[in-house]
Structures are given as structure tokens and as C-alpha cells.
């Protein structure tokens, strides 16, 4: 179904897959990242959640909206635990501050459309800003198509692209209005122009990326040592030190804009609005849960990636650079967040901490053999995170995690959460899945869209827009890969 073991592959290894009409390669292999991308970014549009799941989203929103409408980091009063006072008396969201800059432009242009059909403004843009987190993953997908693409052939690069988009992880948080979906893109457009030779224009592309990832949220410093060992690894030996000057550029221009954020913000460069929040000295229970707790294991929010554990070990034999990266990635993230107090990443659909990894971590299903009894096998897993993503994409998980903290034989946070993530019958998986038996499913936004006033010819102009999006780049994928096969 994907490949047998074999040697290393130098960059430009597809000659015939991308060569149709007189199209070079390079130029091909540009086309088809793109639509790609494309065909996920209408996918996921029809899938957008009504916002919004959390109140860590609304505030973020208001933060955005009070970027492009008031010009200002201060957002309406508030008691909702994300926000904190800051030296001015004034209301501020306590997070960083990419997702909303990424969302204001999107804040204003509903605005001023909502303002010019006398529809609701707030609600419209509320929408609108989800459309974020939809085109950050798209992006993440099309990041990963390119690296396969130089690992694999152009059938198993879009095979990998689609497990990566419709069996994990990647497809709830599309949908929803947070981090999450930011940094997957970001992360995964870092590593794309590392993991072969590499040039300065792309360490200063890898750098710029990975600036705003950590603009989006500053534990993205984490990530930093794998790409510190790709850039090593992958440069020229003379070039080593020039490109790793270059790469720091990104991450010391976001450290500075922190800094000013929290100055804006508290008076004080250091102040970041998480002060009384904590790690743990030791890791190892929140390591375990987001492995192997039946409330938050990465394997049952995305079991493909069972299959990318066994077969890591024949990516190594093809590019061990890339396949040390992947474990330096993985190791970072659990110790780092399996120390962080709230390992489990709160009321959510599974992991999402660990959700920025998850892309790249599908390229050892590159490596499953073609024997039939390995093709079965990794169907079924597929089917099953198919279905489990349609859970999380299609029900509303906290009704859930409400029922189980209001038990009466919970008498703290710490027994809560205890139950919510170790009792499997207690699992959200169980309780998204008895939410679906009994019909209980959300209505995706894009279908809500009457809600908000905006007139029914702007709706079909939606629609039709998004559904030819999808039709045009599906037929692109479609004769891209019946080239191939030819």
C-alpha cells in the first residue's frame, strides 16, 4: 500500500510523477502542494464548530476584535478566569498574542461586510476568525505533502497527507479556535525547507515561521532544539554556524515582541500573565497520560500513529536525520508538557498539546509494506480515526466533562480529572460517542450562517464559493495522481 524499505532519496528524485503538459517538476510539485492545501481548507470550512467551545476562544476573539476595531490589546471587562487586570486597570487577555493578530484582519473585513448588510457584526466575525485555524492546519497539510513528497513517492506522499487530515487529530482542531492549529503550521513549515541540504533563504523561511509560532505562544520555544539539529545536520559544514545566526533571527525578533507585549500589558517585561500556574519537578504522570490514559492518549485521538511508532525505525534507515528530529520533537513536547500542571490541556478533545506534532509524525507510514496483510491493517486503523476524528469534529465534548465534574463522588479538581482521564467508561471518547448514538451532533457554522442577519445571495456566494473550492482542487488532486500512476 505505501512502500518497501529502500535507500535514500535525493530531493528531486520524482522525475515522471510530476510531468504532464510540458510542466516541470518543481513547478508541479508547487501546483499540487497548493491544491492540497486547498482541498482541506474547504473541507474543514465545512466543518467549522459554532463558536465558541471555550472561553479561552472568546477571549482570544475579543482580543482580536479589540486589535482591529479599537486598535488596542484591552478587551471588555471580564471575571472569565483567561483575563487579567493590567496596570492600567484595563482588561487583557493573559495568552500571547499571534492568534489574535492573525485573526484581526479577518475581524475587520466581517465587521465592515456585517456593517454593510445589516447583519450581526459580532456574530459574522465571530465566525469568520475560525477560518484561521481551518487554513493554519490546510497549511500544515500541504507543509507535509512537500516533505513526503521528497521522502516518497507522489502516490504515497498524498496517502500520508490524507491519513495526516481525515484519521487524526489534525481535523477536530481545524475546527476550533485555538493555538493549536497555528502551530501545527507553523511547526510543520519550519522543518519543511530542513530536511535535506539546505540553503540561507530557507533557514531565514524556517526562522520567520517559527518566530510566529512562538508569537502564538512562547512554549513553542520547545521546538527549537529539533530545528536547531536539522540546520546542523543538513548544512554545509562551512555554513553551519552562518545558517544557525541566520535562524536565530526569527525567535529573537518574537522574544523582543513579548517582551513588548507584556510590557503593553503590565508595566513589566517579565510579566507574562501566567504567574501562578507551575510545572511539576518530575513529568512522568503527565507523560504517561497523554500516551496511555484512556482520556488523553495521543494513539486513541489518532491511531495511525501506532503504525508510525513500529515503523520508525525503517525511516531511520532512510533518513535518520529526520527520524532523530521526530523523537527530539516527540521528547520535547512530553517533558515539557507532561510537567506542565494542566498536562491534559483541559476541557478538550484529546491531547492538544501534542497536536503540532501529529503531522509529522504520519511520514513513517511512508515505510508500511505493501504486503496485503500490512494494506488491511492499516485500513481498519485508518477507518477507526476516521470515525473517532468525525466524534471529535461533529460533538460537543463538554456537556461531558460537565456531567463527570458534577458527580457527586467528586469532591476536588484533582478526583475529577483522575476519572475523566484514567476510568475508560468515563473516557470523552465514551461520552462523545454516546452523544452520537443519540443523534446529539453539532451544527457546523457555515450552516448557521442565517443566525447572524447576513442576507440569503451572500450565503449562496458562500456556499457555492466553498464548494467549488473543493470540487476544482479534489479534480486536481484526482489527475495529479492518475499522472502518476501512468
Known amino acids: 500500500m505505501f512502500g518497501r524499505l529502500s535507500a535514500p532519496m535525493p530531493s528531486n528524485f520524482i522525475k515522471k510523477d510530476f510531468i504532464a503538459g510540458g510542466a516541470s517538476h518543481q513547478r508541479s510539485l508547487r501546483l499540487t502542494t497548493c491544491t492540497i492545501g486547498l482541498f482541506f481548507f474547504s473541507l474543514?470550512?465545512?466543518?467549522?464548530?459554532?463558536?465558541?467551545?471555550?472561553?479561552?476562544?472568546?477571549?482570544?476573539?475579543?482580543?482580536?476584535?479589540?486589535?482591529?476595531?479599537?486598535?488596542?490589546l484591552a478587551t471588555p471587562p471580564s471575571d472569565l478566569p483567561q483575563t487579567i487586570i493590567g496596570h492600567d486597570g484595563r482588561t487583557y487577555s493573559k495568552y500571547d498574542p499571534g492568534l489574535p493578530l492573525l485573526s484581526a484582519p479577518l475581524v475587520l473585513a466581517a465587521d465592515q461586510l456585517g456593517q454593510s448588510t445589516q447583519s450581526n457584526r459580532y456574530a459574522l466575525a465571530a465566525i469568520a476568525v475560525q477560518l484561521v485555524p481551518a487554513a493554519a492546519m490546510s497549511i500544515?497539510?500541504?507543509?507535509?505533502?512537500?516533505?513526503?513528497?521528497?521522502?516518497?513517492?507522489?502516490?504515497?506522499?498524498?496517502?500520508?497527507?490524507?491519513?495526516?487530515?481525515?484519521?487524526?487529530?489534525?481535523?477536530?482542531?481545524?475546527?476550533?479556535?485555538?493555538?493549536?492549529?497555528?502551530?501545527?503550521?507553523?511547526?510543520?513549515?519550519?522543518?519543511?525547507?530542513?530536511?535535506?541540504?539546505?540553503?540561507?533563504?530557507?533557514?531565514?523561511?524556517?526562522?520567520?515561521?517559527?518566530?510566529?509560532?512562538?508569537?502564538t505562544r512562547a512554549s513553542a520555544i520547545i521546538y527549537l532544539p529539533t530545528l536547531t539539529y536539522l540546520i546542523w545536520k543538513n548544512s554545509l559544514p562551512p555554513r553551519r554556524w552562518l545558517n544557525l545566526g541566520v535562524f536565530g533571527c526569527g525567535p529573537i525578533i518574537a522574544v523582543i515582541a513579548l517582551a513588548l507585549h507584556n510590557y503593553l500589558r503590565f508595566h513589566n517585561l517579565m510579566t507574562t500573565g501566567y504567574e501562578g500556574e507551575s510545572f511539576h519537578l518530575f513529568p512522568i504522570r503527565g507523560m504517561f497520560g497523554l500516551l496511555f490514559s484512556p482520556g488523553k492518549s495521543i494513539f486513541l485521538y489518532s491511531p495511525p500513529l501506532v503504525l508510525s511508532l513500529i515503523f520508525w525505525s525503517r525511516l531511520r534507515l532512510k533518513n535518520a536525520t529526520l527520524a532523530w528530529a521526530l523523537v527530539i520533537l516527540a521528547g520535547s513536547a512530553l517533558i515539557f508538557y507532561g510537567a506542565?500542571?494542566?498536562?491534559?490541556?483541559?476541557?478538550?478533545?484529546?491531547?492538544?498539546?501534542?497536536?503540532?506534532?501529529?503531522?509529522?509524525?504520519?511520514?513513517?507510514?511512508?515505510?508500511?509494506?505493501?504486503?496485503?496483510?500490512?494494506?488491511?491493517?492499516?485500513?481498519?486503523?485508518?477507518?477507526?480515526?476516521?470515525?473517532?476524528?468525525?466524534?471529535?469534529?461533529?460533538?460537543?465534548?463538554?456537556?461531558?466533562?460537565a456531567k463527570v465534574f458534577a458527580g457527586a463522588n467528586n469532591p476536588n479538581d484533582e478526583t475529577r480529572y483522575a476519572m475523566v482521564h484514567y476510568s475508560p467508561a468515563q473516557s470523552p471518547l465514551v461520552g462523545a460517542w454516546q452523544r452520537a448514538k443519540l443523534g446529539i451532533w453539532e451544527n457546523p457554522a457555515i450552516f448557521r450562517l442565517e443566525t447572524t442577519g447576513l442576507p440569503g445571495n451572500w450565503m449562496r456566494i458562500i456556499h457555492i464559493s466553498v464548494i467549488a473550492m473543493w470540487l476544482i482542487s479534489s479534480f486536481g488532486i484526482v489527475r495529479q495522481y492518475k499522472i502518476s500512476v501512468v
Do not use: N
Open 44 to 72: 474543514y470550512i465545512f466543518s467549522i464548530g459554532t463558536p465558541f467551545y471555550s472561553s479561552d476562544g472568546q477571549v482570544m476573539y475579543e482580543t482580536a476584535r479589540a486589535i482591529a476595531l479599537k486598535h488596542t
Open 340 to 401: 506542565w500542571w494542566a498536562w491534559h490541556g483541559g476541557w478538550v478533545w484529546g491531547p492538544r498539546f501534542l497536536v503540532p506534532l501529529v503531522p509529522l509524525w504520519c511520514l513513517p507510514l511512508g515505510e508500511i509494506p505493501t504486503h496485503p496483510k500490512w494494506a488491511s491493517l492499516t485500513l481498519a486503523v485508518c477507518v477507526l480515526g476516521v470515525v473517532v476524528q468525525i466524534l471529535g469534529a461533529f460533538t460537543d465534548v463538554t456537556p461531558h466533562y
Open 140 to 215: 500544515a497539510l500541504a507543509g507535509l505533502f512537500h516533505i513526503a513528497s521528497r521522502l516518497y513517492s507522489f502516490r504515497q506522499a498524498v496517502i500520508i497527507t490524507f491519513i495526516a487530515g481525515l484519521c487524526t487529530l489534525v481535523w477536530p482542531y481545524a475546527r476550533l479556535y485555538f493555538a493549536e492549529a497555528a502551530l501545527t503550521g507553523c511547526l510543520t513549515l519550519a522543518i519543511a525547507p530542513l530536511i535535506h541540504r539546505i540553503s540561507t533563504h530557507g533557514v531565514l523561511f524556517s526562522s520567520g515561521v517559527i518566530g510566529l509560532a512562538l508569537l
